[in-house]
């Protein structure tokens, strides 16, 4: 009889094994990112605060980021997560870690295309440029390769970036230019795989 109770007990931890694991979901991208607009805010001496759209010619794929998440399904179609990674700006050149939180909707099921937003704390790699930071992103995920272990997905975006400046170097070489922030509205895809 205590064979019977010990198989039976670890039968249902199996099952709540198998469930527990079917709620949660890991996925890594990478990210081409594409500035549409750049803006710089400054004071001067006299406190008089300016703000410049900063030039974007050049190539226009002049961000990178590697970004990896965690996400626990609260209902079949959506989860909610933690987010981490690494990005790139430049013109200005700037390298910053992200940590944050992810949501997303599901159109039928985990399986399938999905709705997206992220928010994250960005924290500098150089504090001579800038301190801390913020990215918000929106977008659609969509598989383009399913099979039984991971699926690989391409992405789609909108993100706006504002660096806190304060104490960092001028961008503009003006006379008394006292840096306040950077921020950037881009456009940007990725792909990733999930498991």
């Known amino acids: 009889m205590k064979k019977m109770k010990f198989l039976a007990l670890i039968w249902v931890l ?3 094994s198998v469930q527990a ?20 805010s400054y004071n001067d001496s006299n406190n008089v605060f300016t703000d ?9 794929l002049s961000s990178f980021a590697v970004q990896g998440d ?7 179609k959506l989860s909610i997560g933690v987010v981490g990674g690494f990005q790139t700006l430049s013109k200005p050149s700037y390298s910053f870690l992200k940590v944050g939180g992810v949501m997303r909707y599901f159109f039928t099921d985990k399986n399938s295309g999905f709705l997206y937003i992220n928010a994250t704390n960005d924290f500098s790699l150089n504090k001579d ?21 991971y699926q690989l997905i391409l992405n789609l975006f909108g993100e ?7 104490g960092g170097k001028p961008l503009l070489g003006l006379p008394d ?9 881009s456009l940007g895809l990725s792909v990733g795989i999930v498991f």
């Not at 440029?129 to 272990?149: C, Y």
């Open 177 to 185: 230019e006292t840096p306040k922030y950077y921020a950037t509205r």
């Open 70 to 76: 965690y996400n626990y399904f609260i209902l079949k």
């Open 160 to 166: 706006y970036t504002q660096l806190q400046l304060d």
């Open 21 to 40: 694991q079917e709620k949660w979901q890991t996925s890594a991208q990478l990210d081409f990112i594409f500035p549409s607009n750049k803006e710089y």
């Open 14 to 16: 199996n099952l709540f």
């Open 129 to 149: 440029k800038f301190k801390t930071g913020a990215t918000a992103r929106a977008g659609v995920g969509f598989p383009i390769l399913q099979k039984d272990e």
């Open 52 to 60: 410049v759209e900063l030039d974007n010619s050049g190539f226009l």
